[in-house]
């Protein structure tokens, strides 16, 4: 494995093509693209790195995974009513068929469904203690107390996030947002600064993967529906050409993030902070394609 993630990470390297920063969250548009870190957790609890594997990045939408889990253990299969299961087709910020259906958000790792997840979770409760919930889990499966929000980048996406203000109105309009709009809101845009490693990320990413390293928090039924919706959905309407290339559910953030889980096999996690077209991470999807024909993981 170690030969393997060095070999990756040395073809990364040799790339020209980085791919573009996030620009419309001022906070992450002055990052160097040209950086990469690759953490692989294997079934015996034993850990390979290549890259800058202790380097916090900000996880953006991969958070979306952890508050999904947490919104599950909270108020279980009546999350469901409120958001879908089905992939969209559309960017992850898109309004579009929020309007068509109703105010009901497709999956939960887009944009709008991911507000309905984390309103589910607030559940009246104040916005600090639905975080510390968030928190709590990521730092118990990733068995990392360094795990944290960059207040920065969540004052930053507050200051310029227009669109998923807009998202949660559209969904308030709809009865599909149960708090104020501005608490769910900050919540959201809170969880999605967190910053962590991929080294404590492919940590956290171990009971997604059922391996009998992971702390128990989540049950497989549930563990396999989650990582069923990162396959369909993770990568928004770059989620087919994931699972083309790489073949395992995978979930991505704007920050360059890339959870990716090979069930009962492995757990990995890959940070480049340049995105392609459909804002996930280039030399990320590129590493993991290479990580899974090397090791012939993919489920297909
Ligand atoms: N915080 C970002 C947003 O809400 C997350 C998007 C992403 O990572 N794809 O727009």
Known sequence: MEEILKTIASDIFRQDEWGQKAQYIPELAGIDPRQF?????????????AGAADKPFSIQSVAKVFSLVAALGRVGDQLWTRVGREPLGNSFDSVLLLEQENGRPRNPYVNAGAIVTTDALL??????????????????????DSVYINEAVAASEQ?????????????QSH??????????????????????????????????????????????????R?????????????????????????????????????????????WSPGLN???NSHAGTRAAAMLTRATNWSIF
């Open 159 to 171: 200051k310029t996030g227009s669109r998923n203000k807009a998202l949660a109105y559209y969904l």
């Open 37 to 49: 870190a690759i953490s692989v957790c294997l079934k015996d609890g034993s850990l390979y790195s």
């Open 226 to 270: 989650v990582n069923a919706l990162m396959m369909t959905c993770g990568h928004y309407d770059g989620s087919g050409d994931f699972a083309f290339q790489v073949g395992l559910p995978g979930k991505s953030g704007v920050g360059g993030g890339i959870l990716v889980i090979a069930p009962n096999v492995a757990s990995i996690a890959i």
């Open 175 to 224: 009865g599909n947002l149960y708090n104020d709009p501005e608490l769910t809101l900050g919540t959201y845009f809170h969880q999605c600064a967190i910053e962590m490693t991929t080294a404590q990320l492919a940590m956290a990413g171990r009971a997604l993967a059922s391996l009998p390293c992971a702390p128990k928090v989540i049950s497989h039924l549930r563990a396999r």
């Open 277 to 279: 077209h459909y804002g």
């Open 123 to 144: 559940a009246g409760r104040a916005p600090k203690l639905a975080l510390a919930e968030i928190l709590c889990l990521i730092k118990h499966m990733s068995d990392s």
